[in-house]
């Protein structure tokens, strides 16, 4: 089945303790991403990738950071999480570039950092 | 378009009718738009696309409309059903210089048995 996989799907976790949220889709897409969502904002941009080894920031990125050493997977690093990263997170994909192709999203991933 | 707010716009309508859901857009540049359909706990899907060579695309019981001259899209859900409540969001691509898209804040759907 063709999916975008995000693990875990739930977290709490304490100020200042690194975490790494895991993506990974099995349909060979090009570009993925990530985003958050809280409420009344919709969804923000973090960083995507448009291949591996080619990662670009998005409209918050502060506070996190992201790899691309597979085509599957993009990782969502936090070194050092704080409160206000507290939020609902979104790994997407696609075959090309967001601009021209819809994007394939996770399940999600919910983060509370006390 | 990008805009930011507080409360989530709220639309309430009875299974079987028409529902017409509304999105603003902010670039004039922007060439691809996209509605999604997020249930609660899930992430958002693909409901349907539109490019701005066209004003108008059919889906399955879904019509997206696009007015470039006022930046408006539409989304039309013939029939609807209860499957159909849920939060849409309608994505916009700024221009295919950039290589990503702004997200509406979202309309949430409730349909009234």
């Known amino acids: 089945e063709a999916q975008v996989t995000q693990n875990p799907r739930y977290l709490i976790t304490v100020t200042g303790k690194k975490l790494t949220v895991t993506c990974s889709q099995n349909?060979?897409?090009?570009?993925m991403s990530w985003y958050r969502q809280d409420p009344g904002l919709g969804l923000r941009q973090i960083y995507y990738?448009?291949?591996?080894?080619?990662?670009d920031k998005g409209d918050v990125p502060e506070g996190y950071k992201v790899s691309r050493k597979e085509k599957r997977n993009f990782p969502l690093i936090l070194e050092s999480p704080s409160p206000n990263q507290t939020s609902l997170y979104f790994c997407?994909?696609?075959?090309?570039?967001?601009?021209?192709?819809?994007?394939?999203f996770g399940p999600g991933t919910r983060l509370t950092v006390l | 378009g990008e805009s930011v707010g507080l409360h989530l716009p709220t639309l309430s309508v009875q299974e079987g009718d028409n529902s017409i859901i509304n999105c603003a857009y902010s670039?004039?540049?922007?060439?691809?738009f996209i509605w999604y359909k997020q249930e609660s706990g899930k992430g958002p899907q693909f409901i349907i696309d539109?490019?701005?060579?066209?004003d108008k695309r059919q889906g399955q019981r879904v019509t997206v409309l696009l007015n470039k001259t006022v930046k408006h899209l539409s989304l039309q859900i013939a029939a609807t059903q209860p499957g159909d409540s849920a939060v849409y969001f309608c994505?916009?691509?700024?221009?295919?210089?950039?290589?990503?898209?702004?997200f509406g804040p979202g309309t949430s759907l409730s349909v009234i048995p």
């Open positions: 997407a994909s696609s075959f090309s570039g967001a601009a021209f192709d819809t994007q394939y």
């Open positions: 349909m060979n897409h090009e570009y």
């Open positions: 990738s448009m291949n591996v080894e080619v990662t």
């Open positions: 670039n004039s540049a922007s060439d691809y």
């Open positions: 539109i490019r701005s060579n066209m």
């Open positions: 994505a916009e691509n700024m221009g295919t210089s950039y290589d990503k898209v702004i």
